[in-house]
């Protein structure tokens, strides 16, 4: 029986972290084989370690070693050993030191750690893996500055390897607080159990739900990554019965062994965490969940069937799909099968992506320990033979270089097994590329071939091959994909071996949904001519239209480039702070080409300094009697391309089939498309747009060619829940807005007082607090509603309003400020609302605080109110669904904005007025509109001058200007109540 279960709580503490925390450690203890010590009786927190099992373990396993170690040095023997291994960890990362053990004078080398062998043949080994001591310690005070103590510490031989924040959900606290807690609380100065490197390899932030880590702490600036399984094809974890959805850190379950059991912890120290350095900046890269999971079980599977097997592996991308493959390469070269023989003699690596395959390379490079144990093959398939022969392990390759012969070589090595690693099974990034593929396999050179299409018509031609098994990688297979790869269900269907979805990539944050701000061309021109045409825009002081045709001839590539070039600079110039950068894609090389040349002289004729256009395309083109290259087009060679794109020199590239795929710019914000793009081509070719930047919130997608619902069908399989909507008319805006006041989750007088507080001019880390105080009452409304459905609808209400207005408001001024100040406010709620499964944001980020690009204009005097213009605001006052305005009543207002206006020389507009139509509701109680109703106007007239004059001076309380006159004109005052008691009176009487 559990510990847990026969530890008692009281009714006082059952909800209290304690009772998480001491549930941990007796599954670990019970069954992982994990000894619990006592943070004050065994942690030394000079040198962070627990000394007591380190020299215990060094003592049990390596006797010889520990008897020359005390000969040599006699009573300083263990002082001795803690020097060099205090020295070995300031000097290596903690994992490559557990792996090597440290060496002593004359020549004593002691192991800190046993791995699991690759086979049984030695039982020594397998007893020494054994031998290795876990161990768990609870509030464990780590500082000798303060009495900081973190809620667990797990041990591998005396030495720190993870640490855990634990929070209870039933206390209200969740992963977040764990999180804020290792930024806030935990800084790594100083500390050797927190210092990068030199400390436990990872911090994790743990509640009963949801897990995630971090393996460098930098207060503030700490980077949490989702460490969790996936739940229903989104973020999250699944249910266990009887059972944490965490569980999976801490107890064996039938998918799976725990996190921490000895097999997978030891695994993950000693084959999967490395250091990557690239750019100067170090990286201690620890796998998230998919990668070792995937890698872990297809290396289970294959040791149990063998060679000649078919993978398939659906990584979407943002899955960190390079190491995923590279630890698969490096680990399967070892893999031995249940008789202990060897499996594979080679991993042939066939990338499509020439950078990918540097960032192979340096991967692997980084986890070869072994001389020649990695080769790059560039040649025949004499090369590929003679690499095999040489005793390469892990072969790279591209798909230019890989044909068919080199299958059928490695086939005819009868004696030897291979596992052929097919990376993103799609078509190349270069047209050459896909020209020689096609070559290779003697098919029409115009077909999009690909490493996956060679293989199947290897496959096709011949019987499966024993000796080869193939694993793909992909994030988007294709129906002949599945076929070929995949591993059939209990529905008869053919499915992936592992999934990591991009819903759940998108849902963790890894990559951006490219279809949140996906519009067709005709779309975008209805939305323009709407504001156009509408009466109720004109006298606007609208910003210059953009889609100025109604329909665009298939060849006129002028009027694309000038809607595009206009949108470009209204939508998208001044997104990641003016770095923001677009693709043009297009239909053909010739296409390309065209574009690049109009783009270029239409930016010439309007004199624009801020955009300039790079091309991509393969090969010679003849283009009116001229030759041209992209070399020569962009002024530079090839290879610079992407590193001249990603300077501030160049803002738009255009291709064709070069880049249209396989190509990483994170500051690529928005994509042109003119070109047809058949399924999967069109999630593959919008995906260049889904790597995060800092400060890339969303995405823009203008489609000259295809249809929403072509679109909406290509992602549906990807993608469960792909929320495309078309919105053509501008008062939708309007729609959404009402429906959102009207939810029983928002409070208008909360609204209002989140806008004045925000809009007030630079905000302290007190006015966050208020902010994020007034904002949290409604996310408790939210939280006490069992209606989920409800609750997920609102979630995509808010999603809709602020996708809509953030692109309305940068195509027209609409002069409302509760429309303005309703977006400040959801921007916030929507972050800190939980989601279906990941709980929300706990903290305010400065991101959030950013909401610039639709920011109310602030006056002189630092009023909240739109900045007064020559324009007329919609009509009806949607924030409250009160009644219209009688003309009378408008023509009443109208003078008192003029008399106010004149008499104080200020510029307030009608929409300044309308905040007195909130000071009314306020007002406007059950007693209130009694009174009102019941009584003669000169009865009740003084009751409500009172109530409104108090009402006033609230409202207006961040907006000096209109206080001052309201506290000392009686006039201004009095034409003013008198006015709104009208509308009161009129309100109350017709109910």
Known sequence: ??????????????????????????????????????????????????????????????????????????????????????????????????????????????ALCFFKPASNLNPDLTRLYEANILSVMRQVTYSAKNKNAIDLVTFVNGIPVATLEVKNLLTG????????????????????????????????????????????LMNGKTRFLPFNRGRDGGAGNPDVPGENRVAYL??????????????????????????????????????????????????????????????????????????????????????????????????????????????????????????????????????????????????????????????????????????????????????????????????????????????????????????????????????????????????????????????????????????????????????????????????????????????????????????????????????????????????????????????????????????????????DLNIDGDVWTEATANGFAETELPKKFDT??????????????????????????????????????????????????????????????????AFSPFFEATALEERTDLNQIYDLEQRISSSTYIHIDEVERFADQFFKGDLTTQDRLKLEGTVRLAVDRFELDEDEAQQEEFRQLLKSFQRFYAFVAQVVSLNDAWLEKLYAYTSWLSRLLPSRDVPADITITDDMLNLSAFKLQKGEEGSASLSAGETRTLDPITEFGANPYTEEEEKSLSEIIDSFNERHGTQFSREDFLRFERVTRDIMDEDMTEMVKNNPADVVYNAFSQAFFQGMVKMFQQDNEMRNIVMTDKDAREQATRHFFKRAQRQARQG
């Open 1 to 110: 029986m559990d510990a847990f279960m026969t530890t008692t709580h009281t009714t006082a503490d059952i909800h209290q972290e304690k009772v998480f925390e001491a549930h941990i450690v007796a599954c670990l203890t019970a069954d992982q084989g994990y000894i619990e010590r006592i943070c004050a009786s065994h942690y030394d927190v000079a040198h962070a370690l627990d000394t007591e099992l380190l020299f215990r373990f060094l003592k049990t396993t390596q006797p010889d070693a520990w008897q020359v170690l005390e000969d040599h040095y006699s009573a300083q023997a263990e002082a001795e050993v803690l020097k060099r291994l205090d020295k070995a960890l300031k000097d290596n990362p903690t994992h490559v030191v557990l792996r090597e053990g440290i060496k002593l004078v004359p020549n004593i080398r002691f």
């Open 173 to 216: 606290q969740n992963v977040k607080h764990a999180e804020k807690q290792y930024r806030q609380d935990r800084s790594p100065a100083g500390e050797p159990l927190l210092t990068f490197k030199r400390g436990a390899i990872v911090h994790f932030a743990v509640d009963q739900d949801n897990v995630s880590m971090t393996t460098r």
């Open 250 to 619: 801490y107890k064996d379950l039938p998918e799976a062994k725990a996190v921490f059991s000895r097999e997978v912890l030891l695994d993950l120290i000693g084959r999967f965490i490395h250091l990557e350095r690239s750019g100067g900046k170090e990286v201690l890269i620890f796998p998230r969940f998919q990668q070792f999971d995937a890698v872990r079980k297809l290396l289970s599977d294959a040791r149990s069937k063998g060679a000649g097997q078919n993978y398939l592996i659906q990584h979407s991308a943002g899955s960190g799909k390079s190491n995923t493959i590279a630890w698969t390469a490096h680990q399967i070269i070892n893999l031995h099968d249940e008789d202990d023989q060897p499996l594979f003699d080679t991993a042939i690596i066939v990338t499509d992506r020439l950078v990918l395959d540097r960032q192979l390379q340096n991967t692997i490079g980084g986890f070869a320990q072994i001389e020649g144990v990695v080769r790059k093959i560039d040649g025949t398939s004499r090369d590929l033979k003679d690499a095999i022969l040489k005793g390469a392990r892990i072969i790279i390759t591209t798909i230019q270089k890989f044909g068919t012969e080199h299958l059928a070589t490695i086939s005819g090595q009868g004696g030897k097994n291979f596992a052929v690693i097919i990376d993103e099974a799609h078509s190349s990034q270069s047209g050459k590329a896909a020209q020689a593929m096609s070559d290779a396999l003697t098919r029409d050179a115009a077909s999009s071939d690909t490493i996956e299409d060679m293989v199947l018509a290897f496959q096709k031609a011949r019987d499966p091959q024993k000796n080869i098994s193939f694993l793909a990688f992909t994030a988007t297979p294709r129906n002949v994909t599945l076929e070929r790869f995949g591993h059939i269900g209990s529905d008869g269907k053919p499915h992936p071996f592992h999934l990591y979805s991009m819903r759940q990539a998108i849902e963790e944050g890894f990559i951006l949904d490219v279809l949140q701000n996906y519009m067709t061309y005709k779309a975008y021109y209805q939305l323009e001519k709407t504001i156009e045409d509408d009466p109720a825009f004109k006298g606007r002081k609208a910003q210059s239209r953009v889609a100025r045709y109604a329909s665009l001839h298939p060849t006129a590539i002028d009027q694309k480039v000038e809607v595009i070039v206009e949108h470009f600079r209204r939508h998208v110039a001044k997104e990641l702070g003016g770095q923001a950068k677009a693709m043009i894609v297009t239909q053909s090389r010739e296409h390309a080409l065209r574009y690049w040349q109009r783009l270029n002289e239409y930016i010439a004729q309007k004199a624009y300094t801020e955009v300039k256009a790079l091309v991509a395309f393969s090969g």
């Open 648 to 713: 501030d020199e160049f803002q738009i590239l255009v291709v064709a089939e070069k880049y249209q795929t396989g190509f990483d710019q994170p500051k690529l914000v928005a994509m042109y498309v003119d070109k047809k793009l058949a399924g999967l081509q069109a999630v593959q070719t919008l995906a260049r747009l889904n790597r995060t930047h800092p400060g890339k919130t969303r995405t823009f997608v203008l489609d000259f060619q295809n249809t929403m619902e072509e679109v909406k069908e």
